[in-house]
């Protein structure tokens, strides 16, 4: 039963939070400098040069900042691919209601490794104290929960359901 609402939910919540790698989440501002952070890279322009540089999140000069980057990186796929599970768990509610709480957990962590790495100072602006200002991008981890904690409630109201007609046999 894959073509339920909830799974449909799920799947819309799976596109979402793999999303969060091509837009911009995270802006760091210091002089002229902007860096621009995604869920794959880090980029940064000069207008005065009109130099641009980029770095995946692998490439950080900094350990902890590529640590961090990479826990949310692996969170992301995780969280991605733990909800694509849950969805063919259909033939057991219940067992779909709790791994989808486990999803939303997944979620949160993912979303506390990213400010924990836009926390940090910026990798590619030299000097000065940056500014920061969170994009559209920072919302999707986010509306991938509501979507998640949405498709939870249309499970439960198949499981009254079910119950329900099991009570009038």
Do not use: C
């Not at 790698?21 to 621009?36: C, K, N, R, Y």
């Not at 692996?74 to 063919?88: A, Q």
């Amino acid at each position: 039963m894959i073509q339920r609402i909830q799974s449909i939910l799920l799947l819309l919540a799976i596109l979402i939070n793999f999303a969060t790698f091509f837009v911009p989440m995270w802006q760091h501002s210091a002089g002229l400098d902007t860096e621009i952070v995604t869920g794959l890279s880090i980029s940064s322009e000069d207008p005065i040069s009109d130099e641009k540089r980029q770095e995946l999140f692998f490439q950080h000069k900094e350990p902890l900042k590529s640590l961090t980057h990479i826990a949310f990186f692996s969170l992301v796929l995780i969280s991605g691919v733990f909800v694509g599970y849950v969805i063919f768990r259909y033939d057991d509610r219940i067992k779909q209601i709790r791994l989808a709480y486990i999803g939303i957990g997944l979620v949160m962590l993912e979303i506390l490794s990213f400010v924990l790495l836009s926390n940090q100072k910026p990798t590619l602006i030299l000097g000065g104290t940056a500014n920061s200002v969170a994009h559209f991008g920072f919302a999707f981890p986010v509306a991938a929960i509501v979507l998640i904690w949405l498709a939870i409630n249309r499970i439960k109201k198949d499981e009254e359901l079910v119950r329900s007609v099991d009570r009038i046999r």
